[in-house]
C-alpha cells in the first residue's frame, strides 16, 4: 500500500508542476527582452482548463481521474509532437510552413538556433518533457492500480 501511494503522490507531484508550467502560458513571462512564454490563455486557456479539471478529478475522483488524466495528457502530447517536433525532425508540419514556426518563436528564450531549422524554445521543451513525465507516471500509476487489484 506504502508503494502505491508513493507512486500516486509521484503521479500527482508531476500533475501539479505540470499544471504550474502550464500557467505561465496563461500569464506570460518575459526575462529581459526576451519571452519565455507569451500570454496565450485565448489561444489555449480551454485546453489548460480542462487539464485543471482532469487534475482535479485525479486528485478526488481517482479511478476516473486517472483515465482522464492519461486520455488527456496522450492527446495533448501528440498535438505538441505535431506542432514542434515535427518541424525539427523534417523541417516541415501540418500547422504552417517551418518558416513560419522560426519566425513565430523568434522572440522566445532558445536552447541554441540553427539557421533554417525550427527547434523548439525553452518553455515547450520543458512543457514537452513533463508531460511525458505526467503521462509516464499516470501510466505506471494505473498498471500498478490495477496489478494490485488483481491480487
Known amino acids: ?3 502505491a501511494n508513493r507512486i500516486k503522490k509521484t503521479c500527482i507531484t508531476f500533475q501539479i508542476l505540470l499544471l504550474l508550467w502550464f500557467s505561465l502560458d496563461m500569464t506570460g513571462v518575459s526575462l529581459g527582452d526576451k519571452c519565455l512564454v507569451t500570454q496565450s490563455y485565448r489561444e489555449d486557456g480551454a485546453f489548460f482548463l480542462i487539464y485543471l479539471v482532469t487534475v482535479i478529478l485525479f486528485i478526488v475522483k481517482v479511478q476516473i481521474g486517472k483515465w ?20 525539427t525532425i523534417f523541417n516541415c508540419g501540418i500547422m504552417g510552413s517551418a518558416e513560419g514556426k522560426i519566425n513565430y518563436f523568434s522572440g522566445t528564450l532558445q536552447w541554441i538556433r540553427i539557421e533554417g531549422k525550427y527547434i523548439p524554445d525553452i518553455y515547450h521543451t520543458v512543457l514537452h518533457i513533463l508531460i511525458l513525465l505526467a503521462l509516464i507516471s499516470t501510466i505506471i500509476y494505473i498498471v500498478k492500480s490495477k496489478v494490485k487489484s488483481e491480487v
Open 1 to 3: 500500500m506504502e508503494k
Open 68 to 87: 482522464l488524466v492519461a486520455v488527456w495528457t496522450s492527446l495533448w502530447f501528440i498535438t505538441q509532437f505535431l506542432s514542434h517536433e515535427w518541424y
